[in-house]
């Protein structure tokens, strides 16, 4: 068995736990509090997340883009659905999945800005949520999937997958902050990297 074949298999076999996990009554457990047995890696992450490589950005039935929130959620759903949840993600969580320590960012536009909210995503600072009370979990540690939709296309066209202590490499430079902490990707960054999917900087392939 390859390497690959190994990420495949323990990715498909954390699907099919999550799968039935999910199934239980309560709240979804995209919310529940990190769980390190199901944990994905990012290797993981990245097969199970490619075939959201190409998809549409939601659009109302006059064909316009929707806006950030709702258009934001409608990813998140499509992410979770890919890693075997069967309910969407609570709305305005950090991280949006809180099971795998995920923050999701989606975006259209011919400039792209990531905005990180008030913690530089290299902080070394706890997370403070009673959620995070067992696993400690810092900012840094929080792993961050970025998918760049730019128009005139508006379809992804470009997977980042890296934790937030990798994220100043990744891109070259560091976000800055003004009321919150933002990065601004170059449509050279964006260009060079069209139909790529990034894990931890490096190019995967799935």
């Known amino acids: 068995m390859t390497a690959k074949d190994a990420v495949r298999r323990s990715a498909a076999q954390k699907k099919r736990d999550i799968h039935s996990l999910d199934l239980a009554d309560g709240e979804p457990l995209a919310?529940?509090?990190?769980?390190?047995?199901?944990?994905?890696?990012?290797?993981?992450?990245?097969c199970l997340l490619k075939p959201l490589m190409g998809i549409d950005a939601p659009?109302?039935?006059?064909?316009?883009?929707?806006?950030?929130?709702?258009?934001?959620?409608?990813?998140?759903?499509?992410?979770?659905?890919?890693?075997?949840?069967?309910y969407p993600p609570g709305s305005?969580?950090?991280?949006?999945?809180?099971?795998?320590?995920?923050?999701?960012?989606?975006?259209?536009?011919?400039?792209?800005?990531?905005?990180?909210?008030?913690?530089?995503?290299?902080?070394?600072?706890?997370?403070?949520?009673?959620?995070?009370?067992?696993?400690?979990?810092?900012?840094r540690d929080i792993r961050y999937l970025i998918a760049l939709a730019p128009s005139p296309e508006f379809k992804v066209s470009v997977l980042v997958l890296a934790t937030g202590a990798e994220i100043d490499n990744i891109f070259g430079v560091s976000p800055t902050q003004t009321i919150k902490y933002q990065l601004g990707i170059s449509r050279k960054w964006r260009d060079e990297h069209k139909g790529k999917i990034l894990v931890s900087g490096k190019e995967f392939d799935a």
Do not use: C, M
């Open 59 to 86: 659009r109302d039935g006059q064909n316009r883009i929707l806006e950030v929130r709702p258009k934001g959620h409608w990813f998140e759903y499509e992410v979770v659905k890919s890693l075997g949840y069967h």
């Open 92 to 139: 305005g969580l950090f991280p949006d999945v809180r099971h795998q320590l995920l923050e999701v960012k989606h975006h259209t536009g011919k400039s792209v800005t990531i905005d990180f909210g008030h913690h530089h995503p290299a902080s070394e600072e706890i997370v403070e949520a009673r959620w995070n009370e067992k696993a400690k979990a810092r900012i």
């Open 31 to 46: 919310n529940a509090p990190a769980d390190p047995v199901a944990l994905y890696s990012l290797e993981e992450l990245g």
